[in-house]
C-alpha cells in the first residue's frame, strides 16, 4: 500500500553537513503521522553518507552525480516517491513530533483547489548576531506568523504539495529553477497555493561569514540570470542599474514587515541591522551579476 505522504530531501550541505542528522532524526519521532516515507537525494557521498545509511535503513537513499543543483536533488526523490502529498523540506531543518501530522489535517480541511500548503520558518540557531543576520536575511518574511490565505511566495523547506498537481508539471521546470520560484509558478496556473501556520519548522544551519555571503551571491546570481532571456538585453539593462537600489527597499520592507506583523523580531533585526545591511549589498551584487553575465554555474554550487 502506498503512503500518504513523501518526505523529499536533497542532501547538497558542506557546510554544518551532520546537521541532517538532527533532521532525520526527528522525522523519525514523528507522532500521530499517517504512513510516510523519507527520501534523500544525496550528491555528497562522504562519510556522512555512510553513517546515515547505517543510522536510518528505513529511509530511502538515491544518489545522485556530485554537483546534481538541490532543485534536481529533489526532483530525484520525488520520481521515486509514491505518497499522496509531496512534503519537501531541507538537511538542516528540524520537525516537530506532530509536523507531518498536522500537514495531513491542514490538507483534509482544504478544498481539492488547494495544490500547496506551507508554514513559517523558525531560527533554530540564534546564538551569534551573524546567525540572526543570515536568518533574516533569508526567512524574515517567512517567520512567524504568516498572513494566512493564498500567496505564491512561500517558503520551500516547509511545504506539501499534492502528487496530483505536480504530476502535470513539465520535468523541466523542476531542475532548472528552486521549486518556490518555477514550480510555484506554474501550479499558481492550475489552483490556489495556500499559507498557513498551523505547522512550523526550524531552520538550523549555521554558516560562517564567508560560507554565508558565498551562498548568498550564488543564489543571487543564478536568480537574476534566469529572470530574463538572454535575448532580453534592455531589461536586463535596465535591471542592472536599478539593483544598486535593492539594499534600501530590502530594509525598508524587513523594517516596516517587523514594526506591522513580527514585533517580536524588531528587536533582532535592529541589533542586527549593520550584518544584515552586509549580506543585502551581497545580495545585490549577485543579483547585478547575474543580469549582466548570466547565471554561469551558479546553481550547481549552491547548498
Not at 523558525?122 to 490565505?149: H, K, Q, T, W
Request: hydrophobic share 45%; with cysteine.
Amino acid at each position: 500500500m502506498a503512503p500518504r505522504i513523501s518526505v523529499l530531501i536533497g542532501r547538497a550541505s558542506q557546510i554544518d553537513r551532520e546537521r541532517i542528522f538532527e533532521t532525520l532524526s526527528a522525522l523519525r519521532r514523528q507522532q500521530g503521522a499517517p504512513e510516510f516515507e523519507v527520501l534523500i537525494a544525496d550528491r555528497c557521498h562522504d562519510q556522512v553518507s555512510e553513517q546515515l545509511h547505517e543510522q536510518f535503513p528505513e529511509f530511502r537513499f538515491i544518489s545522485a552525480p556530485a554537483h546534481t543543483p538541490l532543485p534536481a536533488l529533489r526532483y530525484l526523490a520525488l520520481a521515486a516517491s509514491a505518497g499522496e502529498l509531496i512534503v519537501v523540506t531541507e538537511d538542516h531543518c528540524i520537525a516537530p513530533p506532530q509536523w507531518l501530522h498536522k500537514i495531513n489535517h491542514e490538507f483534509g480541511s482544504q478544498s481539492t483547489d488547494v495544490l500547496a500548503v506551507a508554514g513559517p520558518v523558525e531560527n533554530g540557531v540564534a546564538e551569534r548576531i551573524f546567525d540572526r543576520a543570515n536568518f533574516l536575511c533569508e526567512y524574515e518574511a517567512v517567520s512567524p506568523p504568516l498572513s494566512s490565505g493564498p500567496r505564491q511566495a512561500l517558503p520551500g523547506n516547509n511545504i506539501a504539495y499534492r502528487r496530483s498537481a505536480l504530476s502535470m508539471i513539465d520535468e523541466d521546470v523542476f531542475k532548472r529553477a528552486f521549486w518556490e520560484h518555477g514550480v510555484h509558478q506554474a501550479l499558481a496556473t492550475q489552483g490556489r497555493l495556500i499559507a498557513t501556520n498551523a505547522f512550523t519548522i526550524k531552520h538550523t544551519k549555521r554558516f560562517g561569514w564567508r560560507n554565508f555571503l558565498t551562498q548568498r551571491f550564488l543564489y543571487s546570481r543564478h536568480f537574476a540570470g534566469h529572470r530574463f532571456e538572454r535575448s532580453a538585453w534592455f531589461r536586463r539593462l535596465l535591471a542592472c542599474f536599478l539593483t544598486p537600489l535593492l539594499p534600501l527597499v530590502l530594509s525598508a520592507r524587513a523594517i516596516a514587515d517587523a514594526i506591522t506583523r513580527r514585533r517580536h523580531l524588531l528587536n533582532d533585526l535592529l541589533v542586527c541591522f549593520p550584518a544584515l545591511f552586509i549580506c543585502y549589498l551581497v545580495w545585490t551584487l549577485g543579483e547585478v551579476v547575474g543580469y549582466a553575465l548570466g547565471p554561469g554555474t551558479a546553481l550547481n554550487r549552491i547548498e
